[in-house]
């Protein structure tokens, strides 16, 4: 394993326990699919994106998009590993006055480029992003972190085919393909599969990985960087719950209610995996 892999796997690692660390203060929330896109944003935090910590506003910063509002307790992890946030203030998370909400609003955190509270608006916010910093000769990219459940929404479709009409190469979106969604299996609610070949069909250039492979994610990504001349999909299968066991297994993912003494066994099983 080479270090720039052993470094992400880390990275990820500490991504899953600050989740868990923020879950503990509320006692629940959008725990499984945190740990399911840990290492997501560990890869692209850690070795994709151009930014810089303590200037989350500067201009020519690549633009990471979380169009899934309540994956806010993930990017707040990983905005804390990146060195956005300090570490210290995720225990202020989803508390009143506190810059954490549980979903993701741009108006209160550094480094939350958008309010992804409404699903399927995040592709075409990142479209509009991606064609203005062209006109401006901006050489930063735009990420749009979306769900599988997402590609239930028209406008998300609405929103591919104006990224191909555009040639918007600056653009990446990062599907997370976790099978589940508020109503119950993603299959049984909206059947979306295949959804690659969708995508291909919609003029994007398309890859599909296991999205908790760190080093299957770091050679999709670093293979769509190069590629020009239309915008780019990273499909990514990711497990929920990932790295803590009996997390993985139960049932009822989506919002789940984690029992008080649930956390530190869930710390310690991370752990033990290495996840």
């Known amino acids: ?8 796997r880390e990275a990820a690692r500490r991504i899953r326990l600050h989740a868990l660390n923020m879950g503990e203060v509320q006692g629940q929330g959008y725990i499984a699919q945190a740990l399911g896109v840990a290492d997501i944003l560990a890869v ?21 998009l979380l169009s899934i509002g309540h994956y806010a307790i993930a990017l707040y992890a990983a905005l804390a590993e990146a060195g956005v946030l300090d570490v210290e203030e995720l225990e202020t998370y ?8 549980m979903s993701g ?14 699903l399927g ?9 991606a064609i203005g910093l062209r006109h401006q000769r901006n050489p930063a990219r735009v990420f749009n972190l979306l769900s599988d459940g997402e ?5 998300t479709w609405e929103a591919a085919l104006a990224a191909t009409h555009h040639g918007l190469d600056n653009l990446t979106a990062i599907v997370d393909v976790n099978a589940l969604q508020a109503d119950g299996p993603t299959a049984g609610v909206l059947r979306t599969e295949p959804v690659a070949d969708k995508w291909r069909a919609f003029g994007w250039h398309a890859l599909r990985v296991d999205g908790n492979d760190v080093a299957a994610l770091v050679a999709a990504l670093d293979e769509l960087r190069e590629h020009r001349g239309s915008p780019s999909v990273l499909v990514c299968d990711t497990q929920v719950g990932r790295g803590v066991p009996f997390l993985e297994a139960r049932e009822k993912a989506h919002f789940m209610r984690v029992e008080e003494h649930e956390w530190q066994l869930a710390r310690e099983q991370l752990e033990e995996v290495g996840a």
Not at 105 to 118: Q, R
């Open 1 to 8: 394993m080479s270090d720039r892999i052993r470094a992400l």
């Open 44 to 64: 692209v935090y850690s070795d994709q994106l151009r930014h810089r910590p303590e200037d989350p506003e500067w201009p020519e910063r690549d633009r990471f």
């Open 94 to 101: 989803g508390s009143d006055g506190s810059r954490l909400p």
């Open 105 to 118: 609003m741009a108006s209160y955190t550094p480094g939350m480029e958008i309010s992804g509270g409404s």
């Open 121 to 129: 608006h995040g592709l075409g916010v990142a479209t509009g992003m």
């Open 151 to 155: 590609l239930d929404e028209g406008s």
